[in-house]
């Protein structure tokens, strides 16, 4: 099982949440959208060798988190997941624009000049920026394009690129990224529920639940039996996780 976006520190009470996620063994990656939520964010998950905590800075924040950019530049340095970083096109944050793109290009090109990093990408209305930058600084990062909602020709960009997707309920849910999905290699799609913030009937999708809820529909989607699709996705974790160990530099 896996989730590999949600905010862990932002549910109700991510200590219980925590044990949980041990009790069953679902692959996390915990994502943050402040530097300073970064610590106390990794000391949840501490002694959980499946949850993998991210350093982020959340494009809708970036205006008021430029201060915090040293201590983020410092945590990306010594983290190998990454997120949630990104780019976010709508109206209302247009005037943090460059500020947005300060961050997620530094982002990239020092996680690239650590050898590479996991990445949780966030791109809503933004999908050409941010392909346009990962086109320019991807280097050896492993991007994940998290609830990609682009063109179907941005999509086939950035399959191209060699991007990852995490798909989720809320993703499903619609008609519009299930045509994306579908266009998607399977080969690429790793699973994630943007928790606590996707919610279904006011409660919030937990880890575990990605895959039960995920698997019947791309069972549909793929023409494949639920048990090919949940190999398949136990597949291409254990991919990216390879390229995670290539991409670390070899100890001198
Ligand atoms: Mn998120």
């Given at each position: 099982?896996?989730?590999?976006?949600?905010?862990?520190?932002?549910?109700?009470?991510?200590?219980?949440?925590?044990?949980?996620?041990?009790?069953?063994?679902?692959?996390?990656?915990?994502?943050?959208?402040?530097?300073?939520?970064?610590?106390?964010?990794?000391?949840?998950?501490?002694?959980?060798?499946?949850?993998?905590?991210?350093?982020?800075?959340?494009?809708?924040?970036?205006?008021?988190?430029?201060?915090?950019?040293?201590?983020?530049?410092?945590?990306?340095?010594?983290?190998?997941?990454?997120?949630?970083?990104?780019?976010?096109?709508?109206?209302?944050?247009?005037?943090?624009?460059?500020?947005?793109?300060?961050?997620?290009?530094?982002?990239?090109?020092?996680?690239?000049?650590?050898?590479?990093?996991?990445?949780?990408?966030?791109?809503?209305?933004?999908?050409?920026?941010?392909?346009?930058?990962?086109?320019?600084?991807?280097?050896?990062?492993?991007?994940?394009?998290?609830?990609?909602?682009?063109?179907?020709?941005?999509?086939?960009?950035?399959?191209?690129?060699?991007?990852?997707?995490?798909?989720?309920?809320?993703?499903?849910?619609?008609?519009?990224?299930?045509?994306?999905?579908?266009?998607?290699p399977v080969d690429r799609i790793l699973l994630e529920t943007d928790g606590p913030?996707?919610?279904?009937?006011?409660?919030?999708?937990?880890?575990?639940?990605?895959?039960?809820?995920?698997?019947?529909?791309?069972?549909?989607?793929?023409?494949?039996?639920?048990?090919?699709?949940?190999?398949?996705?136990?597949?291409?974790?254990?991919?990216?996780?390879?390229?995670?160990?290539?991409?670390?530099?070899?100890?001198?």
């Amino acid at each position: 099982m896996m989730d590999l976006h949600c905010h862990l520190d932002l549910y109700p009470n991510p200590s219980a949440l925590v044990r949980e996620i041990r009790s069953r063994g679902t692959v996390t990656f915990s994502v943050t959208t402040t530097p300073s939520a970064y610590r106390q964010t990794k000391a949840l998950a501490c002694g959980v060798d499946h949850i993998y905590t991210g350093i982020g800075l959340h494009p809708q924040i970036a205006g008021q988190r430029q201060g915090e950019m040293g201590s983020f530049e410092d945590y990306v340095r010594v983290a190998d997941f990454v997120g949630e970083i990104g780019l976010d096109g709508g109206p209302e944050f247009k005037s943090t624009w460059p500020a947005q793109n300060a961050i997620f290009e530094k982002a990239l090109s020092l996680a690239d000049s650590c050898g590479g990093k996991v990445l949780s990408i966030h791109s809503r209305r933004a999908a050409a920026p941010v392909l346009a930058v990962l086109r320019r600084l991807l280097g050896r990062n492993s991007a994940i394009l998290h609830w990609f909602s682009g063109t179907p020709m941005q999509l086939d960009e950035a399959i191209e690129l060699g991007c990852w997707f995490s798909v989720g309920p809320a993703m499903l849910a619609g008609k519009k990224g299930r045509d994306l999905v579908a266009r998607m290699p399977v080969d690429r799609i790793l699973l994630e529920t943007d928790g606590p913030f996707a919610r279904i009937d006011d409660e919030p999708y937990y880890p575990w639940q990605a895959e039960q809820i995920c698997t019947p529909v791309l069972a549909s989607i793929f023409d494949m039996n639920a048990a090919s699709v949940a190999r398949v996705y136990k597949d291409n974790l254990h991919s990216l996780l390879v390229e995670l160990r290539k991409q670390k530099p070899r100890a001198p």
